[in-house]
Nanobody, 124 residues
Framework: QVQPVESGGGLVQAGGSLRLSCAAS????????MGWFRQAPGKEREFVAA??????RTYYADSVKGRFTIDGAKNTVYLQMNLLKPEDTAVYYC???????????????????WGQGTQVTVSS
């Protein structure tokens, strides 16, 4: 598999916006959804947002609902992040094969290859 390539991270003040991009090879898009995850220092990687490849339905972690928007077409997925908070500081990763944990309606997992990620830093 070819790793997805994330970009668009940076340093922004609280309340600001960033738009992340993820380019994935068409050969890697085999799953139910594509999505974004993030990992803050000292914490585990966590789900942020997902978009179902078939019908473009979107799902979000409670912590980002109303502030983040996932969208995409073909091999590219974006994450528009508005009203950023210091607690959004993390490395953001894209995954081209995202699925729900069997038996769960909210626990999203990434099964595809992970890219290098893109750093997002929000200053207070």
């Amino acid at each position: 598999q070819v790793q997805p390539v994330e970009s668009g991270g940076g340093l922004v003040q609280a309340g600001g916006s960033l738009r992340l991009s993820c380019a994935a090879s068409s050969h890697t898009i085999t799953g139910y959804a594509m999505g974004w995850f993030r990992q803050a220092p000292g914490k585990e990687r966590e789900f942020v947002a997902a978009i179902v490849t078939r019908d473009l339905r979107t799902y979000y972690a409670d912590s980002v609902k109303g502030r983040f928007t996932i969208d995409g077409a073909k091999n590219t997925v974006y994450l528009q992040m508005n009203l950023l908070k210091p607690e959004d500081t993390a490395v953001y990763y894209c995954n081209a094969d995202v699925r729900l944990r069997p038996g769960s309606y909210t626990d999203w997992l990434g099964f595809g290859d992970w890219g290098q990620g893109t750093q997002v830093t929000v200053s207070s």
